[in-house]
Structure formats: structure tokens, C-alpha cells
């Protein structure tokens, strides 16, 4: 089975900057992805990382270690509309391809 | 590109009503997703196409569910007869394949409500 974990609920001020783990155990890995989903709306593709380090988009980051099934997402300066679900999602194997296996989501709730 | 298209944007129907659910890809993708997004249980893949054809279907839940996609630009998921326990939002997402760093793009969901 694919297990990948992540916290509820997190919140946070204007301004600050915050973490979101997700640890992850499953049958096989090909990369991680990050999305956010702003509440009534699809998910939205945030970053991929497929080995280990750090990705660097803006105010986002994300880090994965490969050898721990350990990724964060950073986000730094945040805003309220930063406020929203992310989802960390594994790409693990099926049918002969690799295809994302998502957690259940962080909420984060920005507030003033 | 409009991105992936899902029609109804929201669906109310009692129990034991046939439900179907409709996707529009984006054009060029030949992989395409149905999941189901509940609180208790988050993002669940239901069932993924390659080039139109059926490749994991062991998310669907029962013999109640089907999905079709009979062309590059349509598929269908459909729930017979409909349960209570079926209400969630339904996402149909598409990329341009499966191969290393290619993600999912998704329609903006339907929200099903049985009652």
C-alpha cells in the first residue's frame, strides 16, 4: 500500500514563513509533486522534485530526501491568499507507469 | 488552451438515480485521471486512461462505477444506481503523459450530492 503523510491543519501570520512536511512510504517513488487547492477550486501544480535537495520558485520551495521519504514545501513572506490546502502527492507505480498519489492535504490558515 | 473542462459543475440527485459525470481533456494529453476528493479520506485516484484505454481501475469503489473514454477528447464516469455515500467532488485531470515530471492538470471539478 502507499501511505504519505501530512499534517491537518497548520496556521501561521502575515509575513511569516512556514513549513509543511510529508513523509511518505510506498512501493515505489518517481518523483513528488506539490499542489495548492484554494477551497471549491481544482488543485494547482506548485513544484516537482525528483532528487534530493532543494527547488527554489519564488516565494515557494521544496526539499526532498529520497532516502529519508521526506519532502517540505516552504513558503516564505506569506499573504493571505496563501490561505489553502497543499497536497503533497507521490508519483508511484501502476499499470507499468507512475502516476501521483496524493495525501490528504495540509489546510494552512494565514492570519493577520 | 481552456483546460480540462467537467460537466455539471455541480449535481444534486437522489438515491438510486444514474449520475454521469463528463470530461473534456486538455487537446494533446493522452493520460487522464478520474479522482474523488472527500474530507474524511482526501484525493482518491478512481481510475487512469493511457491513449484512451482503461490501465488501473482499482480505485473504483464497486460495480456501480464505470468510466468510459471512447475518443482522445471525452470521457465519462457513471454511478448506477447512486448512494448517499457517493457525495463528494469528483475531479477528471489530464497530462501530457506519465513519463518523470510531467503533472496533472485538473478540471474545476463536480460537486455530487445524493440525498
Known amino acids: 500500500g502507499q501511505n504519505i503523510d501530512q499534517p491537518t491543519e497548520m496556521t501561521a501570520t502575515e509575513g511569516a514563513i512556514v513549513q509543511i512536511n510529508c513523509t511518505y512510504q510506498?512501493?515505489?517513488?518517481?518523483?513528488l509533486f506539490w499542489y495548492q487547492q484554494h477551497a471549491g477550486e481544482a488543485p494547482t501544480f506548485l513544484s516537482y522534485?525528483?532528487?534530493?535537495g532543494l527547488e527554489e520558485k519564488g516565494r515557494f520551495s521544496s526539499f526532498l530526501s529520497r532516502s529519508k521519504g521526506y519532502s517540505y514545501l516552504l513558503l516564505k513572506e506569506l499573504q493571505m491568499k496563501d490561505s489553502a490546502s497543499y497536497l503533497c502527492?507521490?508519483?508511484?507505480?501502476?499499470?507499468?507507469?507512475?502516476?501521483?498519489?496524493f495525501g490528504r492535504g495540509t489546510s494552512l490558515i494565514v492570519h493577520p | 488552451d481552456a483546460g480540462v473542462i467537467q460537466s455539471p459543475r455541480h449535481e444534486v440527485t437522489e438515491m438510486g438515480q444514474e449520475v454521469t459525470l463528463r470530461c473534456k481533456p486538455i487537446?494533446?494529453?493522452?493520460?487522464l485521471f478520474w479522482y474523488r476528493q472527500t474530507m474524511m479520506r482526501g484525493l482518491e485516484l478512481l481510475i487512469y486512461?493511457?491513449?484512451?484505454?482503461?490501465?488501473?481501475d482499482s480505485g473504483m469503489p464497486e460495480d456501480r462505477f464505470s468510466a468510459k473514454m471512447p475518443n482522445a477528447s471525452f470521457s465519462t464516469l457513471k454511478i448506477q444506481p447512486s448512494e448517499p455515500r457517493d457525495s463528494a467532488v469528483y475531479f477528471c485531470?489530464?497530462?501530457?503523459?506519465?513519463?518523470?515530471?510531467?503533472?496533472?492538470?485538473f478540471g474545476q471539478g463536480t460537486r455530487l450530492t445524493v440525498v
Open positions: 502527492a507521490v508519483r508511484t507505480p501502476s499499470g507499468g507507469s507512475y502516476i501521483p498519489t
Open positions: 510506498t512501493s515505489g517513488f518517481n518523483g
Open positions: 485531470a489530464s497530462s501530457p503523459g506519465t513519463g518523470i515530471g510531467t503533472e496533472a492538470f
Open positions: 486512461f493511457n491513449n484512451n484505454v482503461p490501465i488501473d
Open positions: 522534485n525528483v532528487l534530493d
Open positions: 487537446s494533446g494529453h493522452n493520460s
